[in-house]
């Protein structure tokens, strides 16, 4: 008997063998395509954003020969920074490359091929090096924007005049510059090392940097002591009743509301409310830190639940405090998935623009912030500006600055990864 | 280790709120310049700030961009350091923002016209270019148009540009424009979809029987998908307009400045999109901008004074001053030295009671 329902079930698991075969098949197809979708995806975006973002971490320089004339800088004897025409010693250096442009308007066209980068570069050279004065001094300087996107070919010189933003002219003088070695691209320092500028050639993303560092320096400080705190009472001493229900509910709910209604009650508490300056980094520290409060609070229950009750159970078994537990033995084994918790939050923090809108952080700010309420500004809002300026040159820096920030993010991810991997522990 | 970590956290934090306490004292007294306002006045404020920052012993002002009317809002909340300095606008300061900045203590303001700024309808390069009236762009764009008889009204049923006038090509109407909380899309609705308003008797004859309907008939604009909502973005217009020849766009005259070689103007009226027809006024659809100043705060915030003469200077707002190069387009020499001798004397603004 026994032996004819196992044949039975012999026979009824072959026959159905096939489609279950086939049913297998169908979802790993299915789940490889789904794969294939995202990570061509993936290599789409990176692909755009690295072909246009790439150039931008070079610049155009043009050589400049500039002399230091004593009858410009210091008229009456004494060197006067304050009236000092340094445009006129920029562009009579770069006349020297083109001694057969004379008519006003042809200068002025002359003109627009060099940069306001240079007039600057001449103030800080003679502020640091009085001495200067009636010398001359070779300076490789950047030059102007559309200069730097004809060489990157960014503007296409075959298009008929009327449709590119150089002239025939103009073109005429970039290729005399190239012809005599004049120019040469370099990395574009200042992308990293200036504020904020109208003028692409010497925008940079260094005071967005130092103001979404302000920014995270405040979130971290706030919200990993809080967040940890919080985790550990409610895990490790809360009662457990309607009220810590209620409350678990509600920090689940907060990590999903959108990050612009933290924005809102940013500037109607800290701005309105505290009057605290608007566009400081502390506004933006604080806003982010209501935003990842719930993330770390999440996290660091986690971590903290992970840790075994036989560790807690051995310790009160050895006459250890309820403190004494979770100071000793909870928080040190729980200390690296909150941590890894806080730097996911961070990562958040740094990506986000939404919060950061209504508190005054979308500003033309060029002084790179040196305090926690000087005006700043934020990479992803940087970004946003960028993709907005209507000139061509900003186009590649946007790419250029989202390629920074993923860079950060990309750091701050493999670090919370790496943690995770080193520290690990399996119970 | 662990406890070392934390209580490093902790005197972390403790040290960064005396900081930050510290600093936020500090606040009390501001050195720099503060602009809020019109997105369109950005690109032209941001530049002079930068020149009149890097030009002068000032640190360069902060500027905003928050929206003609949030802009004024911010600037009518109050006199003093945590208030804009100034604030910009694409439009005039209107009565109800004089009354509230009043309200608030804000009573001497000045005003300053800066120049104009072109809204261009624009295609693609290569795509076929378009000649259009002011007419054509209201029965084109219209949520309701006149219907077969004088005083009719009906859903815009105009499917392609022939629809709409036999001289134009046949292909369907897509535009893209910016969304009602734009500056551009104000002046675009009352300059062109107006103009074109006026040009159909009947409807002329209701501005002053029936003013109400003539705006709510002139200022609407279609919703069924001929015309698409692109955001404030004008660079994202200009790039859908590329991937897509079939379709035109409205944005700021800077942006078709600067971007000749991806597309181009439809001429409106007869007039070709140019710098030079703007400033003429022969192509209609120009407005001025405007930056608004509180008299109370020049010569106590410290280079306040200095930007308003480096903005009101023949090198920046001049003919051929750097402005012009963004595409500002300069008023004419009485109009600047009239504007430029009242901001020197701070003449405050006065607006007519309505």
Not at chain 1, 23 to 45: C, M, N, S, W, Y
Not at chain 2, 96 to 122: F, L, M, P, Q, T
Not at chain 2, 160 to 171: E, G, I, K, S, Y
Request: aromatic fraction near 8%.
């Amino acid at each position: 008997m026994a032996h004819v329902d196992a044949e039975r079930t012999k026979r009824l698991v072959e026959a159905s063998l096939g489609a279950r075969h086939r049913r297998e098949r169908l979802f790993q197809v299915a789940g490889f395509l789904a794969t294939t979708v995202g990570v061509v995806f993936l290599a789409i975006f990176f692909w755009t954003l690295i072909a246009q973002g790439y150039s931008a971490f070079v610049q155009t320089f043009v050589k400049l020969d500039v002399e230091f004339s004593e009858s410009e800088l210091a008229p009456a004897g004494t060197l006067d920074l304050q009236y000092a025409n340094f445009d006129a010693l920029a562009r009579s250096a770069f006349r020297e490359y083109f001694p057969d442009v004379t008519g006003r308007s042809d200068r002025r066209e002359l003109n627009k091929l060099l940069s306001v980068g240079p007039s600057y570069a001449i103030r800080d050279a003679i502020e640091q090096n009085p001495d200067l004065v009636g010398t001359t001094v070779s300076m490789w300087v950047p030059a102007a924007a559309i200069v730097d996107m004809l060489v990157k070919e960014n503007i296409d010189r075959n298009l008929p005049e009327s449709q590119r933003p150089l002239t025939d002219q103009q073109i005429a003088w970039v290729d005399r510059l190239i012809e005599r070695d004049a120019l040469d691209t370099r990395f574009n320092t200042a992308l990293f090392s200036n504020g904020d500028s109208r003028e692409p050639e010497l925008a940079g993303i260094r005071g967005a940097l130092m103001g979404s560092f302000y920014m995270l320096l405040i979130t971290i400080a706030l919200a990993f002591p809080i967040g940890a705190a919080a985790a550990v009472y409610l895990e490790e001493f809360a009662p457990k009743n309607r009220w810590s229900d209620l409350i678990e509910v509600n920090i689940n709910n907060l990590a999903a509301v959108p990050s612009i209604v933290f924005g809102l009650l940013g500037l109607a508490v800290f701005i309105n409310w505290m009057a605290i300056p608007r566009s400081a980094p502390l506004v933006g520290g604080l806003v982010l830190s209501l935003l990842t409060l719930p993330v770390i609070i999440i996290a660091s229950r986690a971590a903290i639940k992970a840790v075994p009750p036989s560790i807690r159970e051995a310790a009160f078994g050895l006459g250890a405090s309820r403190v004494q537990v979770v100071f000793h033995h909870v928080i040190p084994l729980a200390l690296p998935g909150m941590l890894n918790g806080a730097i996911i939050g961070m990562s958040r923090a740094l990506g986000e623009s939404a919060p950061l809108l209504m508190i005054g952080v979308v500003a033309f700010i060029v002084d790179v912030p040196s305090g926690f309420s000087d005006p700043a500004t934020a990479l992803p809002v940087q970004i946003y500006l960028w993709a907005d300026s209507p000139e061509r040159a900003f186009a590649e820096r946007t790419s250029a600055a989202i390629i920074v920030l993923l860079g950060f993010l990309l750091l701050m991810n493999l670090a919370a990864i790496i943690m995770r991997k080193r520290v690990e522990r399996q119970w | 280790m662990s406890k070392k970590s934390m209580s490093a956290v902790w005197l972390a934090s403790i040290v960064g709120g005396l900081v930050t306490a510290g600093d936020v004292h500090a606040q009390a007294g501001r050195d720099y310049v503060y602009i809020v306002g019109s997105s369109t006045v950005y690109p032209f404020s941001t530049v002079v700030a930068e020149r009149f920052g890097r030009g002068s012993d000032f640190r360069t002002p902060k500027v905003e961009a928050t929206g003609s009317g949030g802009g004024l809002k911010l600037f009518c909340d109050g006199i003093g350091v945590d208030y804009p300095d100034i604030a910009n606008s694409s439009r005039a300061i209107k009565a109800s923002e004089v009354a509230n900045c009043a309200a608030n203590g804000v009573d001497e303001i000045i005003e300053v016209k800066i120049g104009y700024d072109g809204i261009v309808i624009a295609n693609a390069t290569g795509a076929e270019p378009i000649a259009l009236t002011r007419k054509d762009i209201f029965l084109a764009l219209a949520k309701h148009v006149p219907g077969p008889r004088d005083g009719d009204l009906i859903e815009n049923p105009h499917r392609t540009w022939r629809d709409v006038n036999p001289a134009l090509p046949n292909q369907q109407i897509e535009v893209l424009g910016p969304p009602p909380t734009s500056g551009t899309r104000d002046a675009f609705v009352e300059l062109a979809m107006e103009g074109g308003c006026q040009a159909i008797d009947w409807i002329k004859a209701l501005k002053s029987s029936d003013g109400e309907r003539y705006k709510e008939l002139c200022h609407t604009i279609r919703e069924d998908g001929a015309f698409i909502e692109a955001g404030e973005n004008d660079n994202l217009i200009v790039q859908k307009l590329e991937a897509n020849p079939a379709a035109f766009g409205i944005f700021g005259f800077s942006f078709l400045d600067q971007n000749g070689e991806k597309v181009q103007g439809a001429t409106v009226d007869g007039s070709e999109p140019t710098f030079e027809a703007i400033a003429d006024g022969d192509y209609p659809i120009s407005r001025p901008l405007y930056f608004y100043v509180k008299k109370a705060h020049v010569d106590v915030i410290p280079g306040l004074r200095g930007f308003l003469r480096e903005f009101t200077s023949e090198r920046a707002w001049g003919e051929e001053g750097y402005l012009s190069e963004r595409g500002l387009i300069p008023m004419p020499d009485e109009e600047r030295s009239a504007v430029a001798a009242a901001v020197m004397s701070l003449t405050p603004l006065r607006m007519a009671r309505e």
